[in-house]
């Protein structure tokens, strides 16, 4: 029983940390950890860019009267 | 190009479709069926979990109560109690947590939305499952296995109907037509991987093929405690990632820092489970490795809150006009909290106290409560406008919601802790009489129901105005790519 065990914890374990070890491989070779800033920016589009706060109480928009 | 077949979308070598740049609000339009069906899943899982949570916490003080029920055994506090924990973890949580974060990861992928009616189905039998295994509870067929209580026969059902929702989400990652990786598809994509690998493991090895003695205590609190951190805390933490910069219109605070945090949690997080086996019959050096890891913790916590928080410093005006913002910040306050306390509360010399008593309870709703629940409603108050086209119908439920839900949480917590320290210290000394300590809860255990009785009140209004929200088609109704710009307002 013992062996079982081992082997299906083994394997899980070894498949886990041999996709984050490739996960983390892909990203480094993809330029992932480059230019972080920009990274951060990249929730912004021309749709919702950024400077422009994009949530607010219905009808309560600052400067602006219904 | 979204006609494609499920094979070629799974497999990368089979298609050359070329990816178009798609509008974030026809990908929140496409949306709509799939994250409408988990939100008002959600929503009335919500409600139950309350209606459970109340009867467990009134209970415990109310004798009358105790002895009325006394005779009906699914009324019992043991069923009560964990049919709260499963409704609120695997019916609220889960479902939030999966329309957020595959809400997020389509709309960071910014192209067509693929295969919506498989992830539609999944929808609808994760909570086929849910109910089966709620059911099943209810009628005696509970497993004495935290966090893994529900029946053998719902877990086939679970589990598929996971495995489609992850390939989806893997799906609309692999179809980006973004090069770079945000840090929240990051965390969402982990939570993907990680909770299948979690529930796997712990069904074989304590369901099915059970091992024997504790070793199957140490998979159940390694499973109970990384659906937490593996699961439900990178979906928030993805949420508050998102959602703190693009309601404020600014970059998180440092990048560099949210991809360390992220890293540095995948690397610690899966150990720290067998903390709450301190003390127990379980090897030591197992019990050191689960403290050490606990206190690890603090680098991605303290990393985490650094970057949130200065995200935040000159800003704090914007708390005033966005509800979003209002409980994402609410919830990323309390990450930082549970998160430190839980570190401290895995050494040796505090759990010592902590253990066995409300003091876990509290810490377990300032987590999944404070930080996680919160964060979900502000996630919920973003997207459900986009998706709806239409703006919620009241400000004054909104502002209850939030206040009666920080209010309500903020005198759970801190009634809890007290008293669950005090009971604790009292359990350690060898001179004073259990049932004394008992009646010196009560008014703890009482401020717990009182709390209650205001997140009942909390969760009544969201769910109205969540409800009213879906049936009002003469509400204010927004046109053009991004809602609540004031020049493109029209009444339907």
Redesign the interface.
């Known amino acids: 029983?013992w062996s079982?065990?081992v082997s299906?914890?083994g394997v899980?374990a070894m498949?886990?940390l041999l996709?984050?070890v490739y996960a983390?491989h892909w990203?480094s070779k993809?330029?992932?950890?480059k230019n972080?800033?920009?990274?951060?920016?990249?929730?912004?589009?021309e749709?919702?860019?950024?400077?422009?706060?994009?949530?607010?109480?219905?009808?309560?928009?600052?400067g602006?009267k219904k | 190009m979204s006609d494609s077949s499920l094979i070629q979308s799974v497999n990368p070598y089979s298609t050359n479709d070329q990816l178009v740049k798609v509008a974030l609000s026809r990908i929140d339009a496409s949306l709509r069926k799939p994250m409408v069906f988990f939100f008002s899943a959600s929503v009335i899982w919500l409600l139950l979990g309350t209606l459970f949570a109340m009867l467990a916490s009134l209970v415990m003080h109310w004798t009358w109560l105790r002895d009325l029920f006394g005779g009906i055994e699914p009324l019992s506090f043991g069923v009560v109690r964990t049919l709260h924990l499963n409704v609120m973890a695997y019916g609220w949580a889960t479902n939030a947590a999966f329309a957020v974060s595959l809400w997020i990861m389509a709309r960071l992928a910014r192209t067509e939305v693929r295969h919506l009616g498989l992830l539609f189905v999944a929808a609808v039998f994760w909570n086929v499952g849910v109910l089966v295994g709620i059911v099943g509870i209810f009628k005696g067929d509970m497993l004495s296995v935290e966090w893994l209580e529900m029946p053998a026969y719902a877990t086939p059902i679970l589990v598929l109907s996971y495995a489609m929702i992850g390939v989806w989400g893997l799906i609309s990652f692999r179809f980006r037509n973004n090069e770079h990786v945000y840090v929240s598809q990051w965390y969402i994509l982990a939570a993907l991987f990680w909770f299948p690998w979690l529930y796997t493991v712990a069904q074989l090895m304590i369901v099915f093929i059970p091992a024997r003695g504790v070793v199957q205590a140490i998979t159940n609190w390694w499973f109970a405690h990384n659906v937490l951190g593996l699961f439900l805390t990178p979906v928030g933490l993805a949420s508050v990632y998102y959602f703190m910069p693009k309601v404020l219109g600014k970059p998180i605070h440092s990048y560099y820092l949210s991809v360390l945090g992220f890293w540095s949690l995948a690397l610690f997080y899966n150990w720290a489970g067998v903390h709450h086996l301190v003390g127990g019959p379980i090897p030591v050096w197992v019990q050191s490795a689960g403290i050490v890891a606990s206190v690890m913790m603090v680098i991605p916590v303290i990393v985490t809150g650094i970057n949130h928080h200065v995200t935040m410093i000159g800003n704090f005006g914007a708390l005033k006009f966005s509800p979003t913002l209002r409980f994402i910040v609410f919830g990323a306050v309390s990450y930082t909290g549970t998160s430190l306390l839980g570190s401290a509360m895995a050494l040796r010399d505090v759990s010592v106290v902590t253990h066995f008593s409300h003091f876990t309870v509290a810490h377990a709703h300032h987590g999944m409560y404070a930080f996680f629940t919160m964060v979900m409603f502000g996630a919920i108050y973003y997207i459900m406008p986009r998706l709806m086209q239409r703006e919620w119908p009241s400000i004054f439920l909104i502002k209850a919601h939030f206040w009666t839900a920080a209010i309500g949480v903020t005198i759970y917590l801190v009634g809890l802790h007290i008293g669950g320290w005090i009971q604790g210290w009292e359990l350690g000394k060898t001179d004073t009489p259990v049932v004394e300590i008992g009646i010196k809860m009560i008014p703890w255990l009482m401020s717990r129901s009182a709390a209650g009785i205001i997140l009942t009140a909390s969760h009544i209004f969201f769910a109205i105005h969540f409800f009213w929200m879906l049936s009002n088609s003469s509400a204010l109704r927004r046109v053009g790519p991004a809602l609540f710009q004031p020049t493109e307002t029209v009444k339907s």
């Open positions: 029983m079982l065990y299906i914890v899980f498949m886990f996709s984050a983390l990203a993809n330029g992932q950890f972080f800033q920009e990274g951060a920016r990249t929730i912004f589009d749709e919702e860019p950024e400077g422009v706060p994009t949530d607010y109480f219905p009808g309560q928009i600052p602006h």
